[in-house]
């Protein structure tokens, strides 16, 4: 039973920066996919950003594309993954999961196909 643990996030400026980090124990596949998603009150999960490391793909929600980074540690045995959250706004103020291997099929940003889940993280952003 492999268990996520998010570190990270907190209350920020508009404009400001944020990162969100994400261990998973026991060690998962290096090649496999991980991600974030956020939840706003009341909505479902979305897809933030996602890592396929066994094809060097990544995936970005267009509404942070060009201001979010997803990245994982190059050693495989650290099993961290990171969401680097930079000019923040408002709007992204959301409670965020990581995500760790899913079932096929699908777009990336299925929440629905998503096999372990981080324990979530409040990001705040105000203006």
């Known amino acids: 039973q492999v268990t996520l643990v998010q570190s990270g996030g907190g209350s920020v400026q508009a404009g400001g920066s944020l990162n969100l980090s994400c261990v998973a124990s026991?060690?998962?596949?290096?090649?496999?996919?991980v991600a974030w998603f956020r939840q706003f009150p009341g909505k479902e999960r979305e897809g933030v950003a996602a890592i396929y490391t066994g094809v060097s793909e990544k995936y970005y929600a267009d509404s942070v594309k060009g201001r979010f980074t997803i990245f994982r540690e190059i050693n495989p045995s650290k099993n961290t993954w990171t969401l680097q959250m930079n000019d923040l706004k408002p709007d992204d103020t959301a409670l965020y999961f990581c995500a760790a291997e899913r079932s096929a099929g699908g777009s990336w940003d299925d929440p629905q196909k998503v096999l372990v889940w981080g324990q979530g993280t409040q990001v705040t952003v105000f203006s």
């Open positions: 026991p060690t998962i596949w290096y090649n496999n996919y």
